[in-house]
């Protein structure tokens, strides 16, 4: 696993609601992207209390995946309830930050809002 980063760049596009503006932040490597997101504001839904069993953190790494560990397939098993799973797909309670940047969009809904809807 590389440490040789101090911190990571990371840029949260655009959601709606939970981030209108966009949000830039430096994170800290090792640690889980949901608590970091937590930390700016972000808030992120995290139901299993950030155990990769629900799939509401779900997010996509548009950019700066390669430089984090690959999902497991717990956690690939847990993103086939996510709503808008596409290739980029992760949970961010079982993504620790790495590498020198980040680029994360939040999905437009969660598991939870697609079944309200
Ligand atoms: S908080 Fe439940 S899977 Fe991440």
């Known amino acids: 696993m590389s440490r040789d980063t101090a911190v990571t760049a ?11 503006q966009g949000l830039r932040f430096e994170a800290r490597p090792g640690r889980k992207l949901v608590d970091e997101l937590l930390e700016h504001g972000i808030a992120i839904e995290h139901a299993c209390e950030k155990v990769g069993a629900c799939a509401t953190c779900h997010v996509h790494l548009r950019e700066g995946a ?3 560990k690959a ?25 620790r930050v790495q590498g ?18």
């Open 10 to 20: 990371v840029r949260v596009l655009p959601h709606p609601e939970l981030c209108p």
């Open 100 to 117: 020198p940047a980040l680029v994360v969009e939040l999905p437009r809904y969660t598991k939870n809002h697609a079944r309200e809807r």
């Open 66 to 68: 390669e430089h984090v």
């Open 71 to 95: 999902a497991d397939e717990d956690e690939e098993d847990q993103l086939g309830d996510a709503w808008g799973l596409d290739a980029q797909s992760r949970l961010s309670c079982c993504v």
